[in-house]
């Protein structure tokens, strides 16, 4: 097997407020793959940070009253907070307002593209909004209004440094195109492409140091200028890596990395599929591989934002219902293209239904059968010792409650599979464990994580049928009445019920890694037995 060197980033917040529940999705999202690629045997790093140059940092710590690189620190660590109660395996975190690997990459960056000759001054005006830190044509406004945050933009003139995107617009239009640089799912790329056909301008890159209040990294030989916050920021994702400090680290995990992975939410997908790669092109560096856009959470119908007053603490909604329900939430709710609304009441149903009474119910219903039925020992299918000719346990199996259906239901609903007499093999159940490697495999290679954990949630749904068919409470009735027949389809069905849940126990690790631990411990054998059967989900319906 190939062993990959796979980067895996997420965007790099603001730090004007504390995060809300939006970013928790990107972050659970860029774990999840991480996680999968680990134990596919891939190299993986994967990096986060904070924004902290941004104007609008400086801004809210001004109303907030308090020093801004206080107001950052604080902020910041709020975001590196998250990584312990949504469990994230994040490899690296930098912070650009005091990073020292960040100003020395930045300037590197500057420089770069100023050698290729995309860099100039001229003066510009613009209607500019800090919210987004971003300019507007007027055409992208509504009615006058920022169509993110809904202010009306201010208007700026100044003398600037621009970058000569309009140079990049054919070569960006065959990347994306032709897949070189995939950007999923493709209602975005298709948004992108039809930006880029629409004309591409060259767009301001620094601020008079007066309006950024002097907060920044100033230009490379123009001190009275800043270099725009985005500029900035997405030159985290090579800084991070050592651009200006260390080559080997950029070698390793940007310029001969086998994938280079960034998670973004679909507002900045315009920095991240036209502005980052057209600069990437100027300074002579390879481009992402992959840009994976995730919609919005709305809260209770309405819009999430820092700002708002709905926002939906991450760390409060662990509190309350455990960092498994808020992951698998965010997993299996939130659509491959397009938004969701959270609701408390939506995370509960589906951590009860799917998690308590799916996988846990699952796990110690079987665990608990085999504590009952056989001391704790996982009983082996066919290992049992011969039984002597002759003691009666050859009879014929009885038919009605007790034994197994002679026809199996196939999975995807296919036509049932005929099968012998009292068959026990749960080939269902099997088929289900066997096909999930590669159903998780196929869908977080298209960022559907929904159909991936969907493929977990099949095996769980096969055992727990195949648990209720069998009937393992009467086959042991049958058993301790003298029938070693059904004492022998009473190992097998219990061996392929715990090997299930084994199964799941593996195959929900990215997902929920802290579940999948628990699952893992319920069907580890000590000294030859289980250990007593214990929940493996707490129900949250009464919170
Ligand atoms: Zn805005």
């Known amino acids: 097997m190939t062993r990959h060197h796979v980067y895996i980033t997420t965007t790099i917040p603001y730090v004007n407020a504390r995060p809300h529940v939006g970013f928790a999705l990107e972050l659970v999202q860029a774990d999840v793959l991480a996680r999968h690629h680990r134990r596919r045997g891939d190299h993986v790093r994967l990096q986060a940070g904070t924004d902290d140059n941004a104007l609008k940092n400086v801004q809210a710590a001004e109303r907030?009253?308090?020093?801004?690189?206080?107001?950052?620190?604080?902020?910041?660590?709020?975001?590196?907070?998250?990584?312990?109660?949504?469990?994230?395996?994040?490899?690296?975190?930098?912070?650009?307002?005091?990073?020292?690997?960040?100003?020395?990459?930045?300037?590197?960056?500057?420089?770069?593209?100023?050698?290729?000759?995309?860099?100039?001054?001229?003066?510009?005006?613009?209607?500019?909004?800090?919210?987004?830190?971003?300019?507007?044509?007027?055409?992208?406004?509504?009615?006058?209004?920022?169509?993110?945050?809904?202010?009306?933009?201010?208007?700026?003139?100044?003398?600037?440094?621009?970058f000569r995107l309009s140079r990049y617009a054919g070569r960006l239009h065959d990347l994306i195109e032709s897949g070189r640089l995939r950007i999923e799912p493709a209602e975005r790329r298709n948004e992108v492409l039809s930006f880029i056909a629409g004309g591409l301008e060259d767009f301001s890159i620094s601020r008079s140091v007066?309006?950024?209040?002097?907060?920044?990294?100033?230009?490379?030989?123009?001190?009275?200028?800043?270099?725009?916050?985005?500029?900035?920021?997405?030159?985290?994702?090579?800084?991070?890596?050592?651009?200006?400090?260390?080559?080997?680290?950029?070698?390793?995990?940007?310029?001969?990395?086998?994938?280079?992975?960034?998670?973004?939410?679909?507002?900045?997908?315009?920095?991240?599929?036209?502005?980052?790669?057209?600069?990437?092109?100027?300074?002579?560096?390879?481009?992402?591989?992959?840009?994976?856009?995730?919609?919005?959470?709305t809260a209770d119908g309405r819009k999430i934002s820092k700002s708002s007053d709905n926002t939906v603490d991450p760390t409060a909604l662990v509190d309350a219902y455990g960092t498994d329900a808020v992951r698998w939430w965010l997993l299996r709710e939130v659509p491959r293209a397009g938004?969701?609304?959270?609701?408390h009441d939506r995370l509960i149903a589906r951590a009860d239904d799917e998690l308590a009474n799916g996988v846990g119910n699952l796990v110690n219903r079987v665990i608990s059968m085999?504590?009952?039925?056989?001391?704790?020992?996982?009983?082996?299918?066919?290992?049992?010792?011969?039984?002597p000719p002759g003691s009666g346990d050859r009879s014929p199996v009885p038919p009605g409650p007790g034994g197994c259906p002679s026809v199996l239901p196939a999975p995807d609903g296919r036509p049932p599979v005929p099968s012998g007499p009292g068959d026990c093999s749960g080939d269902e159940v099997v088929a289900a464990c066997e096909r999930a490697p590669a159903l998780v495999d196929a869908a977080l290679g298209s960022f559907d994580f929904r159909a991936a954990t969907e493929a977990v949630r099949a095996i769980v749904d096969a055992a727990n049928r195949f648990v209720n068919r069998v009937r393992p409470w009467e086959l042991v009735r049958a058993e301790r009445a003298g029938d070693g027949d059904a004492g022998r389809r009473l190992d097998a069905a219990l061996a392929v019920a715990l090997d299930a849940c084994r199964t799941v126990g593996v195959e929900l690790s990215p997902f929920l890694p802290d579940a999948a631990e628990r699952v893992a411990r319920q069907c580890a054998v000590v000294d030859g037995r289980l250990p007593a059967p214990s929940p493996v989900f707490a129900r949250l319906a009464r919170h």
């Open 210 to 297: 007066a309006r950024a209040r002097g907060w920044g990294i100033p230009v490379p030989g123009d001190p009275g200028q800043v270099i725009y916050v985005w500029w900035d920021a997405l030159g985290n994702y090579l800084t991070a890596l050592g651009y200006g400090t260390d080559d080997a680290e950029l070698r390793r995990w940007w310029s001969a990395a086998d994938r280079r992975v960034h998670l973004v939410g679909k507002g900045v997908v315009r920095f991240h599929a036209v502005y980052w790669p057209a600069m990437l092109l100027s300074a002579g560096l390879p481009l992402p591989t992959e840009i994976l856009v995730h919609g919005y959470l």
């Open 370 to 387: 085999i504590h009952r039925y056989r001391d704790g020992r996982p009983p082996v299918p066919g290992g049992r010792p011969p039984v």
């Open 64 to 162: 907030a009253g308090v020093p801004v690189q206080e107001f950052v620190d604080r902020n910041a660590a709020a975001f590196v907070a998250l990584h312990r109660p949504l469990t994230l395996s994040i490899d690296d975190v930098i912070h650009t307002g005091r990073d020292p690997r960040h100003r020395a990459g930045v300037e590197r960056f500057w420089r770069a593209c100023e050698a290729s000759g995309d860099l100039y001054r001229k003066h510009y005006e613009g209607l500019y909004c800090v919210g987004c830190e971003q300019f507007y044509a007027p055409a992208d406004l509504d009615d006058g209004r920022c169509p993110e945050h809904g202010t009306t933009p201010q208007r700026v003139a100044e003398e600037n440094w621009f």
């Open 339 to 343: 938004d969701a609304d959270f609701t």
